[in-house]
């Protein structure tokens, strides 16, 4: 569109309705951004486990470590120590 020198330029207008719809959606984004945060916390505390359990099981099969108690998840620990089998898992 081409503008003539003689044709002013266009007024934005917003409504108190658009004010208040943008406002909605931005706490609504704002959840979820919130839930999005406590998922990736999640994540990285599974993460941070799972490589914890690895590494356990890493030290158990080598004889490294004798009795001790390995994480499994959720806060929860069992006495763990070497067998005699060749591999732990």
């Not at 919130?34 to 945060?37: A, I, L, N, T």
């Given at each position: 569109?081409?503008?003539?020198?003689?044709?002013?330029?266009?007024?934005?207008?917003?409504?108190?309705?658009?004010i208040e719809r943008l406002v909605e959606e931005r706490n609504s984004l704002a959840a979820l951004l919130?839930?999005?945060?406590q998922n990736l916390a999640l994540v990285a505390?599974?993460?941070n486990e799972l490589r914890s359990a690895k590494d356990m099981l890493t030290l158990l099969s080598?004889?490294?470590?004798?009795?001790?108690?390995?994480?499994?998840?959720?806060?929860?620990?069992?006495?763990?120590?070497p067998t005699k089998v060749r591999r732990s898992l």
């Open positions: 569109m081409m503008l003539l020198m003689s044709q002013q330029p266009q007024r934005i207008v917003i409504t108190r309705e658009d919130d839930v999005v945060r505390q599974s993460l080598k004889g490294a470590v004798q009795d001790t108690y390995a994480g499994v998840g959720g806060g929860v620990f069992i006495k763990a120590s």
